[in-house]
């Protein structure tokens, strides 16, 4: 290739699966213009200019490589060379088994590495149509909040309705507002630390009137043309879920097993609220668990009912957006790419993907599928016995298109073994292989 040949891709989308996504190309000597609307155009959700900001939770769910799905997500993501994955290990904070993230040092990690790279130009500005074919390969990464231009031409090309749901997001509060004579440290079963989290007890007469203030608190309005949009199953307002059963929080997010209450230790709590670390100081806690959609002044009124927070400050209260994302069983091929348009790929929430390291890790392979395609080669997928292979298999096929919503990686994305299994050592059998399947792909691609 001649240098006059060179032509940079170009990924649209600064979220963490368009700097995945770019990462890649990079490390490939790809040159890449990577455009980013903030701050010029904003969004309901995020809170800076940054690339890759966190705007819900701070955690990345378990780190677990040997046990959990998500956790073998994370390791594929660190042997393929991530970005993602290498800024949070760097600004990590105590979660137990979880990855959990200083947000604002990640966010810098980020955008410092990508700013400071000779093939990446940030480009500051709106999309509002879908990229030309004289830009050449394009990435599309505009996750969950695309804006209504782009989204309109969206649809446009594909012919399809955009389908939707609402992310909740939770409140952080000042830990020096928490009180620690009512409030202790400790992980459920003193996983991690053993100390890892904030514990806030109540009693079941606590509970039943914080269950009646929550139901009862005023929630956000949902405009006309959002009242049928479903919710996304794994981040459910805090107060939906208490709307299918007044136990159904013990359950959840407030289930209080696994704690001893060092204050009262021969009395069990009827229910726990926990908060987990959210910056690497230790000075931000998350509620965990807590998305919502209460109006801000039921938010501080109703979780200063729980013990240890009656004097709570917020460092941001919770709130509420819409996230779109394309049915991509029909409209994306095997390589991410818009079957209307291939010159385009998709990568992120918006391919249906859900989570903060699964959008990254279509990132990822999006960046990887561009690169090949580049140099005039055709793109590999990892197999469907991989984290990453499985999920980029069930967003571009393996998913009833009739039926199609989002989805976090899990096992049950893993084709089964031939051979039995006995169920106990399942998860770990379905860990090995991917990781080994894994290591075999990379070695033939890389």
Partial sequence: MTERDIKPVHVVGGGLAGSEATWQLVNANIPVILHEMRPVQKTDAHHTDKLAELVCSNSFRSDDAERSAI?????????????????????????????????????????????????????REEVTGLPPEDWGQTIIATGPLTSPALADAIQAVTGEEALAFFDAIAPIVNKDSINMEKAWFQSRYDKGDGSDYINCPLTGEQYDAFLDALIAGKKTEFKEWEENTPYFEGCLPIEV???????TLCYGPMKPVGLTNPHNPTEKP?????????????TLFNIVGFQTKLKHGEQTRTFRMIPGLEEATFA????????????????????????????????????????????????????????????????SAPGITTAIGSLISHITGGADEQTFQPMNV????????????????????????????????LETTD
């Fill in 71 to 123: 956790g073998v997500l994370h390791e594929e993501m660190r042997r393929a060379g991530s970005l993602i994955l290498s800024a949070a290990d760097k600004h990590r904070v105590p979660a137990g088994g979880a990855l959990a993230v200083d947000r604002d040092a990640f966010s810098q990690h980020v955008q410092e590495t990508l700013e400071q790279h000779p093939l990446v130009r940030l480009s």
């Fill in 241 to 247: 879920i208490a709307s299918r059963g007044r136990r």
């Fill in 270 to 282: 009827f229910a726990v609220v926990q908060l987990r670390q959210d910056n690497k100081l230790g």
């Fill in 316 to 379: 941001r209260l919770g709130g509420l957006h819409r996230n779109t994302f394309l049915n991509s069983p029909r409209v994306l091929d095997s390589h991410l790419r818009l079957r209307a348009a291939p010159h385009i790929r998709f990568a992120g929430q918006i391919t249906g993907c859900e989570g903060y390291i699964e959008s990254a890790a279509v990132g990822l392979m999006a960046g990887r599928f561009a690169a090949a395609e580049y140099f005039g080669t055709e793109p």
């Fill in 410 to 441: 899990n096992f049950g994305l893993f084709p089964p073994f031939e051979e039995r299994i006995h169920k106990k050592a399942r998860k770990a059998a379905y860990a090995k292989r991917a990781l080994e399947d894994f290591q075999s792909w």
